[in-house]
């Protein structure tokens, strides 16, 4: 059955232009700039060049302008050029210039993956273009864009997604997973065994519920490791392994992130 | 954006000529396919992405560093205990440049890696292992008896030195993520420290790293970096890769014109 093409949301049907952003009271950009579900959706949306214009903003002034509707003067614009370099060498994220703290920025990556979950895939994944143009090392936010991405069967840019999680966080368990899963989607066993294995070695363990599939598929398929190269007969049984080891992973789990951003292992 | 004086402006200059003629250098020196040469030619590049984006982009570097990261595929992360300290460290370089990028690449084996780390202390390599452990611990693989601080201080001049420049190349994943404040107590003192005995010494490629270091802990006007670039450029041959006369014996040339390269570019950086 082919399925139906979900309605626009609200929040897009309402998307501002940054040409009406600029327009805007301080006040009105202000009550924008907090409503991060849709700064999150439009700066996703945006060129180069819009995103040049929104650069220009004068986002300090939103704490509290002393002349509200006073003009961006050099100065302002010297002080928000400065911002935007501290965001381009990685001193800063855009989240903390333009003030969102962690329960916001996980609020919308929960509104993602509800979003993804109900097949709405083009809105999470602006929500998650979103989130990684405020954080662009959020691993959350490369693991919900490889998630639409392969659900839309767009494996190659899936396959991107989670390799920019990896590379935000080399010690991020489930970005390994994820890959896995997709490695052995697409039949790359040879990389799928070498993720599962990381996996392996990252939680020795086995305390997070990765660490313990990884363990179930190398149990499973020790003697098939040992080869070098894999038969259909030998891949189909780390697929049932996999399968097996699934069905332990609550897949609908938020990550939990300490303060610093590292996943907890419990 | 305050106005850049003439001779910034002609320093930056003759900076960018210098890290041009090195990366030619480098690429010559670094072109045939042995593990070192690999490992070397990604890392530099790695670090050149974020440390001297300008130049990154102006040079086009992404298509060399992303066919030097594919070109680190094939090398094998098996550590032999009899195996160089060098080519181990080219192994382990390329697995971890691998890890931190994101590119699938096969773990070492835990108890190989475990004996290969006791066989560089029992080789007098401790600085080595120590870099190793880092790494490991830096993408989650753990090893035994890792210590952050470094133990054998005041065992070699040369080792010491190469733990200073190695503090600021790892706690920002090769140049990669920026310093965080106050991770490192007093490295600044630790920096001018080595800068004093590294110059004493002539030890270029030692040089090259700490005035990559003092560009990372915003020291670029200090006048430590301006003697190391000077020291630097006065070490820069016709072909354009700076030798160490200290290491040129170890056959380290191309290691050398790396370094100086991103101590070129990154000083090349508008202040």
Not at chain 1, 59 to 66: R, S, T, V, Y
Not at chain 1, 184 to 189: D, K, T
Not at chain 2, 193 to 213: F, G, K, M, P, S
Request: contains cysteine; glycine residues 6%.
């Amino acid at each position: 059955m082919a399925e139906t093409q979900p309605e626009p949301s609200q929040e897009q049907a309402d998307l501002i232009t940054p040409e009406e952003i600029e327009n805007m009271s301080p006040e009105d950009q202000k009550k924008l700039a907090y409503n991060i579900e849709q700064t999150a959706v439009m700066l996703s949306e945006l060129t180069e060049e819009e995103v040049e214009k929104l650069q220009a903003m004068p986002w300090e002034k939103l704490d509290g302008p002393a002349e509200p509707d006073a003009p961006l003067t050099d100065e302002d614009k010297a002080a928000y050029r400065e911002m935007w370099d501290l965001v381009q060498d990685g001193t800063t994220t855009m989240a903390e210039v333009l003030g969102y703290d962690e329960d916001e920025i996980m609020k919308t990556y929960s509104v993602g993956a509800a979003l993804s979950d109900q097949g709405r895939y083009d809105d999470a994944l602006k929500i998650a273009e979103g989130l990684l143009f405020l954080m662009p090392k959020l691993v959350p936010g490369h693991l919900l864009k490889g998630e639409v991405l392969r659900k839309q069967g767009r494996l190659e840019e899936a396959l991107e997604a989670y390799n920019a999680a990896v590379s935000a966080d080399p010690t991020y368990i489930q970005s390994y997973f994820e890959r896995a899963k997709l490695f052995f989607r697409a039949e790359s066993g040879q990389y799928f065994l070498m993720d599962i294995q990381t996996i392996a070695n990252l939680d020795p363990e086995a305390k997070t519920p990765f660490g313990k599939a990884a363990q179930k598929i190398l149990e499973a398929t020790a003697e098939e490791l040992k080869k070098d190269g894999l038969s259909d007969e030998e891949l189909e049984a780390i697929g049932d392994a996999l399968d097996d080891a699934m069905l332990d992973i609550d897949e609908d789990t938020i990550p939990e992130i300490d303060e610093d951003g590292n996943q907890i292992i419990k | 954006m305050p106005r850049q004086s003439n001779d910034a402006k002609t320093d930056g200059h003759r900076l960018a000529f210098a890290a041009k003629r090195c990366l030619d250098a480098f690429l010559l020196l670094t072109s045939t396919s042995s593990e070192e040469n690999s490992s070397l030619r990604a890392l530099v590049f790695h670090m050149l992405e974020g440390h001297a984006p300008g130049f990154f982009r102006r040079c086009s570097l992404a298509t060399l560093l992303n066919s030097a990261m594919k070109g680190l595929q094939p090398l094998s992360i098996e550590l032999p205990e009899n195996l160089p300290a060098d080519d181990g460290m080219a192994r382990i370089d390329a697995w971890y440049l691998r890890r931190l990028r994101g590119y699938p690449h096969p773990d070492p084996d835990p108890a190989c890696l475990e004996r290969y780390l006791r066989s560089l202390e029992a080789r007098g390599e401790p600085l080595h292992g120590w870099i190793i452990q880092w790494m490991c611990q830096d993408v989650g693989v753990r090893t035994a008896n890792f210590n952050r601080e470094w133990e054998h201080r005041g065992g070699s001049l040369i080792h010491d030195l190469y733990w200073v420049t190695h503090l600021v190349l790892l706690e920002t994943r090769y140049l990669s993520r920026p310093l965080k404040p106050g991770t490192l107590p007093r490295l600044e003192e630790e920096l001018f420290r080595a800068c004093h005995y590294a110059r004493a010494r002539r030890h270029i490629d030692v040089a090259a790293e700490l005035a990559i270091c003092l560009q990372v802990v915003g020291r670029r006007n200090h006048r430590w970096h301006t003697i190391l670039i000077d020291e630097l450029l006065e070490h820069q041959k016709h072909d354009g890769s700076v030798m160490d006369n200290s290491l040129e014996a170890r056959g380290l040339r191309a290691h050398c014109t790396g370094a100086s390269l991103v101590a070129f570019a990154g000083g090349a950086r508008e202040p």
